[in-house]
């Protein structure tokens, strides 16, 4: 018997591989459900259906997994897209059985717990989702899930063959520019209905209908094209067979409309020819800018509003009333600074009769330039993916920007000089090229060439090389090859391109995503990123600068005029208004303070905000631009207002601008355990430092320390001062203290808690004698004599605090460094400096995280505007923002002693810049009562403070 005589019962066995997989598998899933409805021993009733399921579902893995290998050697599968299916596939069924034995062996007693099984149990379901997902894949296409997405469904534009028919089909001859437009418009047709079963990924039948080499080369039965002769060619049989037909292409009910079959038809009648010019079936946007002329018609004088008027017109929208003072000033403190006014500045800005206020107010906050960097740092630390500490910082395989981005937006650097110095980079800015070295192996779309590529994409230009950098995207034209082509400019040696993380054998060639900006081929890396800097800024380079103009009016008006921000090829409500701010940008000399202030003095700007009750109206391809939008505050600003108000939340930085160079060093007593040194245990120690002063006359003398936990200071015998609370450096006086010759400064410190934990001295003293002698005293620090820090953890005799006392029998302090502890931004000598540190400073913190701010592995173009649960969580039951309101509580309560009606009064005036209604402030009175109390004012803190008045910006 011929031996091919019995496929069809291996066909057959493949095709039930779908009936093996859909529920059966299934069954591992909701055995992982009811698993954890037994956790700490509930429900043990469950135990035995449980174990079915586990059994039964391994089986059905083991059977589907068999099934699945006969469809594919049987049947008309293959490609890597099936491949990867099937060693998930098979990796799931193998983990499904481990999950199997290991049930069995702890049921039998073998294994203690059900902590193995468990987790083996876990990691089959997420195996099991991927296969899953890439099953559906295989079945529906690639973009099976992201077609559905917003802004993703409408990529392809049927009507165009409908019009390219028209122009074409009644013509005797076709011209080359004619012959080119017919075929991309049969390969739209062909992408759009035919590659989620004939491309690269996933060749159905042997065929590829993604290159022209596929589509002439045919199928396992031959050729597909007869160029010339429809009837002939098997391709045009096939898509005109009934939708009944089981031949009939394509399948799945999705058969082609009669005209996308005519042009078909069409094309292959003249010939097949086809074109050299890429395809491009998703929307592009023109890449050179050009400045529109602003509009004759309209009456209004601001180049912004004259645009906007004609858009108005265009739309039937009819101009508000601007707003008042007191919002205006609030939006642009907090738009500019990241601050809130102060209330007397609200009162003189509201009483200044200058009609131009608002631009010169616009303009003090644009030269404010530590606020504005300090705010505007946030923004641009989620953009360049920059943060403080996370992934990769403590192996070395990341680098900070923030001393170089700081620096830029202090001096208001130029954008083009920015973006330059970010693609070829100093020292000080490699790191946002240079990404995340991930520690051991990682998929090809990982490496830190295709981060550089993909973080440029998106952060830069407002594209998505992610998607390309696996596949041919589904989401833009980009290509494997081009992304493999960018990505190949910053590595050092020549990429090999992976599809789908598997080497194909095909070499990157080096090239930019727009080569007609200029060609960026160099012998060396040095010099191909000399040359990609010096493309990148070019004015030609419309997509750049329509890119940053976009986001940064999206920041201050709540939603871009291109939405989604990193879909830059999306059509604006408004093109010719982005496109000339862009250009506006451009010939200010990229000065990103001067489009914040085209866009702000703008009467559009200042118009009253619009309140969205879904997002789904904001987001919608349909969006008609009415005027800003309300916003919640960020993360950092509601964290700042919060410490302006009521109490510091953060008393410490990451990353300090304006320190004056003391070591943040901390010192402790050194303890060791088998010959390494450890955390200190709780408990107290006791430090002793000598050190001499000339005989001059001694000026002035200060001093500032922070102990953790808490400490005493003595200095030559006298008690100085006290403190237990870290986060505040105290400050003070000690000419007093001190003598010409020898001194001593002696400190008893305390480590609280259970158990070892991080504890640490922070002490300077600045000494003024005369003739400008200047000596500092620092902790971790040797002094001039040699006299080094000593310390006991054993009581000490009670003239320790003395000179005389003998302590050579106590040890060496160890320098426990700055990593357990932020900079303190108060430890200085200057008595004005803040008592809180800016959140944007402040490395990621759970309430941060809590509300809203990113973890910055990820390029972050735009957060969530959205409340979420675990926001409501923190602001109402958070331990971390209790604590703040307590210790406000208890300033507030000393500052305004215990008075109601001046505690009201203030809060509102700080808070909303307005004074309490009558009604309002009789219900604040009735919860302070006679006397406030700490709680009472804790209550009232938070009812102000998740009030709406002070959530949003209006």
């Known amino acids: 018997m011929d031996e091919n005589a019995l496929n069809w019962i291996f066909q057959l066995l493949g095709r039930l591989h779908p009936l093996a997989v859909h529920f059966p598998i299934g069954l ?59 060693n998930l596939g098979i990796a799931t069924a193998l983990f499904a059985v481990i999950t199997a034995l290991l049930l069995q062996k702890t049921l039998s007693g073998n294994i203690s717990n059900y902590l193995a099984y468990r987790s083996m149990l876990v990691l089959s379901v997420i195996f099991l989702s991927f296969t899953g997902h890439l099953g559906a894949s295989l079945t529906h296409g690639e973009d099976f899930l992201s077609s559905v997405l917003p802004n993703n469904s409408e990529s392809y534009d049927e009507n165009k063959s409908v019009v390219l028919l ?35 990924n996933k060749q159905k039948g042997e065929l590829v209908l993604e290159t022209k080499k596929g589509v002439f080369q045919g199928g396992e039965s031959g050729e597909v094209i007869v160029a010339g002769n429809p009837e002939e060619s098997e391709l045009y049989k096939r898509i005109t067979l009934s939708p009944n037909d089981d031949l009939v292409m394509p399948k799945k009910g999705k058969v082609l409309k009669a005209n996308e079959i005519a042009l078909i038809k069409l094309w292959i009648e003249k010939g097949a020819h ?87 107010l616009i303009d003090n906050l644009l030269n404010d330039k530590q606020n504005y960097t300090q705010h505007w740092l946030s923004f641009w630390n989620d953009l360049l993916r920059n943060d403080y500490s996370g992934t990769g910082f403590i192996t070395g395989g990341r680098k900070q920007i923030t001393d170089w981005l700081y620096t830029s937006l202090l001096d208001n650097k130029p954008y083009n000089s920015m973006i330059s110095e970010l693609i070829n980079p100093t020292a000080e800015s490699e790191g946002f090229i240079k990404g995340i070295q991930w520690r051991g192996l990682v998929n090809a779309s990982q490496r830190t060439e295709m981060q550089a590529a993909q973080n440029i994409g998106q952060s830069l230009m407002g594209i998505n090389v992610k998607c390309a950098s696996c596949h041919n995207s589904f989401v833009s034209n980009l290509t494997l090859d081009q992304a493999y082509g960018f990505a190949s400019i910053f590595a050092d040696s020549v990429l090999e391109l992976n599809r789908c993380d598997k080497p194909i054998g095909k070499m990157a060639k080096v090239n930019f995503l727009y080569p007609e900006l200029g060609a960026v081929e160099a012998d060396s890396l040095k010099e191909r990123l000399l040359k990609l800097s010096e493309v990148m800024v070019k004015p030609e380079n419309g997509r750049l600068y329509r890119t940053i103009t976009n986001r940064i009016w999206e920041r201050l008006m709540g939603r871009g005029i291109i939405e989604p921000l990193d879909e830059m090829d999306n059509a604006p ?67 700042d207002a919060v410490s302006q108000i009521i109490s510091p939340v953060y008393y410490a930085a990451a990353f300090d601008p304006t320190g004056e160079g003391f070591s943040t060093r901390r ?28 005989k001059k006359e001694i000026i002035q003398a200060k001093a500032i320390i922070s102990v953790d936990h808490s400490y005493t200071l003595y200095l030559n015998e006298q008690k100085v001062s006290m403190g237990a609370d870290w986060r505040k450096v105290d400050k003070f006086d000690v000419t007093r203290y001190l003598n010409t010759g020898e001194n001593i400064i002696a400190i008893e410190g305390e480590n609280e ?58 040890g060496s302090v160890l320098n426990y460094g700055s990593k357990h502890w932020d900079r303190l931004l108060s430890y200085n000598f200057d008595d004005n400096v803040s008592s809180y540190a800016r959140a944007s400073l ?25 409340a979420t649960l675990l926001q409501a969580l923190e602001l109402t039951n958070g331990e971390f923002f209790n604590k703040v309101l307590e210790d406000g509580a208890s300033t507030w309560l000393e500052e305004n002693n215990y008075q109601g009606e001046k505690i009201v009064d203030a809060l509102y005036q700080k808070s909303f810049g307005r004074m309490p209604t009558k009604k309002e402030k009789n219900i604040m009175l009735s919860i302070l009562g006679e006397r406030p109390d700490k709680e009472g004012l804790q209550d009232l803190f938070w009812a102000t403070l998740l009030s709406p008045e002070f959530q949003f910006i209006y």
């Open 28 to 86: 591992l899933v909701v055995a992982l459900f009811l698993e954890l409805l037994t956790l700490n021993g509930k429900r043990i009733g469950l135990r035995e259906g449980i174990n079915w399921m586990i059994y039964l579902g391994a089986g059905f893995s083991i059977l589907a997994t068999s099934f699945g290998w006969l469809l594919r050697t049987f049947d008309d599968y293959s490609g890597e897209l099936v491949e990867l299916h099937q």
């Open 166 to 200: 028209a122009k074409l089909d009644k013509l005797d001859s076709l011209s080359e520019n004619q012959l080119d437009d017919l075929n991309l418009g049969v390969r739209a047709i062909f992408a759009h209905n035919c590659y989620q079963c004939h491309s690269e």
């Open 274 to 360: 086809w074109s050299d010019r890429t395809l491009k079936i998703f929307p592009e946007a023109e890449l050179a800018l050009t400045k529109p002329e602003l509009p004759a018609t309209t009456k209004e004088k601001h180049p912004v509003d004259k645009l906007v008027d004609v858009y108005f017109e265009k739309n039937d929208i009819d101009w508000e009333d601007l707003v008042d003072d007191k919002t205006f000033i609030r939006r642009a403190y907090l738009d500019i600074v990241g601050l809130l006014p102060e209330p007397d500045v609200i009162h003189q800005f509201e009483n200044n009769p200058d009609s131009d206020k608002r631009s010169k």
């Open 573 to 639: 409500w408004d093109a010719a208004l982005l496109d000339w701010l862009a250009a506006d940008f451009i010939a200010s000399g990229h000065d990103l303070k001067h489009l914040m202030k085209m866009i702000m003095t703008s009467k559009v700007y200042q118009l009253p905000t619009i309140d969205y009750k879904k997002l789904e109206q904001i987001k919608s391809s349909k969006y008609v631009f009415e005027g800003p939008i309300i916003r919640r505050l960020s993360a950092e600003q509601f964290s």
């Open 667 to 694: 010192i402790w007593h050194r303890e060791r355990k088998f010959d390494r040194d450890v955390l200190p245990e709780p408990g107290k120690r006791y430090f002793r430092h000598k050190f001499n002063l000339t």
């Open 753 to 810: 808690g259970k158990i070892a934990n991080p504890a640490g001295i922070l002490f300077v003293m600045r000494i003024l004698q005369k003739d400008s002698l200047e000596t500092i005293i620092q902790s971790a620090e040797v002094s001039e004599e040699g006299e080094d820090w000593k310390s006991t953890d054993i009581i000490p005799e009670e003239n320790w605090l003395t000179l005389e006392f003998d302590d050579k029998e106590w």
């Open 842 to 866: 402040v490395r990621q913190h759970p309430f941060m995280k809590a509300l809203g701010r990113p973890s910055r592995e990820n390029v972050t173009t735009s957060r969530d505007n959205q």
